[in-house]
């Protein structure tokens, strides 16, 4: 329920506050004073675009704040969802900079325009007579029908059937479709394959080859070499270790002359046995040099065909090709498998889509079961609204799934005797329309669970004992809800439990539109002035009262 509303510099409006009671609120008011520019103020708090040519001094922020009573309306799990604070009191905020820049608050937390959007739609509906288009619309007339037959548990059911066929779906469609792109490729990855497996190469395999190729083409020097320095280190006469073994004896004497060359003997006993160490690995290493030419060109041929795989791909490593064979490897396993995935993967979405078919007859049926009980409900009220000839029904086809379920339904409606009801935007004039979504809003007012109501001169085209019976009808939603309601027929107004006066205050460089809450002296004359225009006569202050105590 809306406690409070404050405008401040929007379109005509410096600032405007008013709290509406709990029931029925009457707003009437010359014609351009402002009334229809406070729904535009209130639809800035439902999340709709702000506009910065709606600001009344373009170089102040417009700010529209609304104060609503939301402890019965079930909205913890939307406030947690969404990370905000819940509160029995929630303030909403709309700011409009001159900058254009727009923002949005829930209890001073800034958030998105679809978040107050989302809130919107439990605390306010705003109707009017404009609002055929939305009347007119399959989607909203399935959220009627699915409101009046309390279809909500059906619908969600259908709902989640609806998501799990679309993923199966998906899921389905996206591998046939790399089915398709690895069945072209099939051929050429499995020749690419097979030439990198026919090497089976192994990590580390490049740099030993390389080594390998390095001695073999070096054979016969390397041989030549280390002999040549074996000779050096072991002849028996002249090689260097029997030489430095005879001044190793030498240095072992001085020794024994005095301790201080002790050392010494430590030292080139380490030179010697070093010396030897490496006597013995040259002499290992010989035996393993071999002049092989055979598997010197088998190295080659094997590091030319590394080299060849690794330009043709694009890679530097033996690991990069050991990855690419993996990978090829891989897709060679799932072309292999693909046919029996994809079989699966059918078989899941099919039986989704029955799945989706089963929850879709239900939603189906139980929708069915509220077009004669609504059109006769509505027919009825109608009726009362003076349109005694009024016959509404419903079209009906069932239609592929989609995510609103497999029903597609119009409204008909035909106001006239013998005429046929047709499509909503085919027959029904202003006046029409207006009692047509008024009964609807009547139906749908406790089903809907809406807080607050606004009608915005939803009684255009009606008067009399219509314009008394739609009032009347008024008065009992407003036993539940909150009612706004717009109106120029004064008896309308007079039903009010509250009635706020819109009007045009000119006293200053620029006309302001301002509103105050009438007292009985002032309902008396504003429905007065209703009645019989600026001046009215006593006769039409003697209706105003005789309206105002009915």
Known sequence: MLKSLSIANYALIQSLEMEPCASLNMITGETGAGKSIMLGAVGLLLGNRADTKALFNEEKKCIVEGVFDIKNYKLQDLFESEDLDFEEVCIIRREISPNGKSRAFINDTPVRLEILKELGKSLMDVHSQHDSLQLGEGEYQLDLIDAYTQSQQEFTSYSQAYSGYQKAKRAYEKLAEQALELKKEADFNQFQLEELSSLSLKSGEQEELESDQEILENAEEIKSKIQEILVQLQDEQFGGLNILSQANLGIQQLGKFAQKFDPFKERFQSILIELKDIAESLEDEDSKVEVDFEKLEATRERLSKIYQLQQKHGLDSVDGLITLEKELAEKAFQIENLDEQLEDLKSEMH????????????????????????????????????????????????????????????????????????????????????????????????????????????????????????????????????????????????????????????????????????????????IAKMIAGSNPSESAFESARELLKN
């Open 351 to 526: 039986a989704a889509h029955k799945s989706l078919l089963e929850k879709g007859a239900l939603l189906s049926k139980k929708r069915k079961t509220g077009f004669q009980a609504f059109s006769k409900e509505l027919i009825s009220l109608l009726v009362q609204l003076g349109m005694e000839n009024a016959q509404v029904e419903f079209s009906h086809q069932l239609i592929a799934p989609s995510k609103h379920g497999i029903d597609q339904i119009d409204l008909l409606f035909s106001a006239n005797k013998g005429v046929k009801p047709q499509a909503l935007k085919q027959v029904a004039s202003g006046g029409e329309f207006s009692r047509l979504i008024f009964g609807i809003k009547y139906i749908m007012a406790d089903k809907m669970a809406l807080p607050t109501l606004i009608f915005d001169e939803i009684d255009t085209g009606v008067s009399g004992e219509v314009a008394l019976q739609m009032v009347r009808m008024m008065q009992q939603i407003a036993k539940n809800h909150q009612v706004v309601c717009i109106s120029h027929l004064p008896q309308v107004a007079a039903k009010g439990d509250q009635h706020y006066f819109v009007y045009k205050d000119n006293s200053s460089a620029r006309t302001i539109s301002k509103i105050r809450l009438l007292e009985n002296t002032e309902r008396i004359t504003e």
